[in-house]
C-alpha cells in the first residue's frame, strides 16, 4: 500500500528531439526536504497558549503552510511556515514570561518582608530602663 502524500499521478514520457541539436542538462542538487508546517505546536499553542490570538494565526499559517506543501509551492510554503513558527514562539513568549515575572516579585516581595519583620521584631523587643520614663 502506497502511503506517499501527495499522491502524484505516473508522467507520460516526453517526445525526444529529433533535429539532431545537442541537449543541455542543468544539474539542480537533490531536493531539500518539505518544510515543516509546525501544525501540532499550533495547535497547543492555540488551545493552551492563546494569548492575544497569536496561537490562532500560527494555526491559520501552519493550514495555508501544510495546504502550500501538499500543492507542491514549497517556496511559498517555506515562508508561511516561518511566519507560523514566529507566532509560535511570540505565543510562548506571551504565556511563560508574565507567570515567571510574577514569581519573581512573589519571591522578592516575601523575603523583603521577612527582613521588615526581623527589624520590627527586634524593634519591639528592645527594653527601656525605667528612667527613661521620669
Request: aromatic share 8%; with cysteine; hydrophobic share 45%.
Amino acid at each position: 500500500m502506497d502511503t506517499a502524500y501527495p499522491r502524484e499521478e505516473p508522467r507520460a514520457p516526453t517526445p525526444r528531439k529529433t533535429d539532431g541539436a545537442p541537449h543541455t542538462a542543468v544539474a539542480l542538487g537533490a531536493p531539500g526536504p518539505p518544510p515543516r508546517d509546525h501544525l501540532l505546536w499550533s495547535l497547543f499553542s492555540t488551545l493552551y497558549l492563546n494569548l492575544c490570538c497569536l496561537g490562532f494565526l500560527a494555526l491559520a499559517y501552519s493550514v495555508k503552510a501544510r495546504d502550500q506543501k501538499v500543492a507542491g509551492d514549497l517556496v511559498e510554503a517555506r515562508r508561511l511556515a516561518s511566519k507560523a513558527k514566529c507566532y509560535n514562539i511570540l505565543a510562548a513568549m506571551w504565556a511563560l514570561v508574565p507567570p515567571l515575572l510574577l514569581l519573581a516579585l512573589v519571591v522578592t516581595g516575601a523575603l523583603h518582608l521577612s527582613r521588615l519583620a526581623k527589624d520590627s521584631a527586634a524593634f519591639f523587643s528592645t527594653k527601656f530602663d525605667d528612667s527613661d520614663y521620669d
